[in-house]
Each structure stands twice: as C-alpha cells, then as structure tokens.
C-alpha cells in the first residue's frame, strides 16, 4: 500500500506551498533520478505485488520508455557517469504514471477485500406481522 502523503494538505495552504516547494524541489535535484534520466515513478520498488500489477497494466509505450530509462541509468550508473544536462529529466517532464495506476490497483483491493468480508443474513420473518393471506 502506498504511504500516507501531506500533499493534499500542503497544496491547499499557499503559504505552506511556497515555503514547502522550493525544499522539494532542492530534495528532488540532490536525490539524482533526475540526472540519470528517470522519473519518480521508475524508482519504486518492484517488489511490491501492487506495483507489479501495475506494471502488467501499463500501456506498452510506457513500459518500453520505462525499460529504456531503467537500462540507460544502470548504464550509466556502472560506468560512474551522468547524463549531459540537456538530457536530464526537467521538473515538467517528472510527471507520475505509474502512481495512478497503483492507487486504482489498491482501491480494487479495498473493495474486493470488503466484499470478501462481507456477511449476508437472512432476514426473518416477523411473527407479529399479518400473513397476508
């Protein structure tokens, strides 16, 4: 499942979003994705079975651009290099597209679970009530 999150909190107070944002966007550069190539998406951990359901449920471009971001930054990474700055991936690029899938994926399990769950009784028929007959 994924973690609870302070952003809907945060976006909602302006104030707390200009003081917030220029943090996150210092934390997003010092954390080195973006230098290799990757989004934020590309860096969650796959052994998750929600995760790896929403991999299965990616469109194939997708999954291919993905793979292709994976293998350059291992490539690169292994060779102990960085891409040219005019190849990083820029703020406006980091957009998530596996996140929504997961939340769609947890959602179900929610509900499936609360199916699952469920007890069903038989009503009983009141004594006291005219038969109708």
């Known amino acids: 499942?994924?973690?609870?999150?302070l952003a809907p909190f945060i976006m909602k107070r302006k104030w707390l979003q200009a003081w917030v944002k220029p943090l996150s966007n210092w934390y997003c550069n010092a954390a080195g994705y973006r230098?290799?190539?990757?989004?934020?998406d590309d860096i969650l951990p796959e052994e998750n079975d929600t995760v790896q359901t929403a991999l299965k449920r990616l469109q194939p471009q997708a999954a291919y651009d993905?793979?292709?971001r994976l293998r350059r930054a291992m490539q690169l990474s292994m060779a102990h290099q960085l891409l040219p700055k005019e190849e990083?991936?820029?703020?406006?690029?980091?957009i998530p597209y596996l996140t929504n899938i997961i939340k769609d994926i947890e959602a179900e399990m929610?509900?499936?679970?609360?199916l699952e769950a469920m007890v069903i009784t038989k009503r009983q028929k009141n004594a006291s009530a005219p038969s109708g007959h």
């Open 1 to 5: 499942m994924s973690a609870p999150s």
């Open 88 to 94: 990083w991936t820029k703020p406006e690029e980091d």
């Open 35 to 40: 230098q290799l190539g990757l989004k934020a």
């Open 110 to 114: 929610a509900e499936r679970e609360d």
């Open 66 to 68: 993905r793979v292709f």
